[in-house]
């Protein structure tokens, strides 16, 4: 059972470049997340999904853009990569919404470096 | 939106017990109070979760106050694989998108 795969893991950017980060859950969770990760910080919400075709804005969504066209896949775009974007990337799944049940399940995380 | 506040690190000897505490005073009747670890190198993990009663579980303790400002995660025997970035959580009982991490408690085990 894979869980929450992302990929890439690593990617190094030139500042003005796009690219797609991927992830993958095969658990069929509704809920799926994209969060960032700056050194010495906790995690901010960048988009959130809430099923297949949905997704809306969390903390910190400027600079990026969401899709969710099939349930198990989420992907975050970056369309003009900015250095302040240099950061770890995590997704994560939720079987349910809410405080009762929602335990949420994490990737590795995908490093990205913008030059 | 609730807050939580915790110590930004604690330190602990291995195989001895730790109190990681959290502090909720805004917390609301429908928040939750869950627990998540970040190992190095790794993404979060989940630990453990509840609204009023204590819980156990097979990684660690969860002891709310009775008021529910507070509660404390319980590590019974800390071991060098417990070293990670603790964080608590509130989360209510229906909205999925408030989930804020905050900084965490950085809980340091020496042998």
């Known amino acids: 059972n894979a869980g929450v795969t992302q990929t890439p893991k690593f990617r190094v950017l030139k500042t003005g470049q796009s690219m797609t980060l991927l992830c993958a859950q095969d658990?069929?969770?509704?809920?799926m997340y994209w969060y960032r990760q700056d050194p010495g910080m906790g995690l901010r919400l960048i988009h959130y999904?809430?099923?297949?075709?949905?997704?809306a804005k969390g903390e910190v969504p400027d600079g990026y853009n969401v899709s969710r066209l099939k349930k198990q896949n989420f992907l975050l775009g970056l369309e003009s990569a900015a250095p302040s974007q240099t950061s770890v990337y995590f997704c994560?799944?939720?079987?349910?919404?809410?405080?009762?049940?929602?335990?949420?399940?994490f990737g590795e995380g995908s490093r990205l470096t913008v030059l | 939106d609730a807050k939580t506040t915790q110590p930004n690190s604690m330190e602990s000897n291995e195989e001895e017990p730790v109190h990681l505490p959290c502090n909720h005073s805004t917390i609301s009747g429908t928040d939750y109070i869950h627990w998540y670890r970040q190992l190095p190198s790794q993404g979060p993990e989940y630990v453990i979760h509840?609204?009023?009663s204590n819980v156990n579980n097979r990684m660690a303790s969860l002891a709310i106050a009775e008021d529910r400002k507070s509660s404390t995660l319980i590590l019974h025997r800390a071991t060098l694989r417990d070293a990670a970035v603790y964080y608590c959580i509130l989360r209510d009982r229906w909205n999925t998108d408030k989930l804020i991490f905050g900084t965490g408690t950085r809980l340091q085990v020496f042998p």
């Open positions: 658990m069929n969770h509704e809920y």
């Open positions: 999904s809430v099923g297949e075709g949905t997704t």
């Open positions: 509840g609204l009023t």
């Open positions: 994560a799944s939720s079987p349910t919404a809410g405080g009762a049940t929602g335990e949420l399940f």
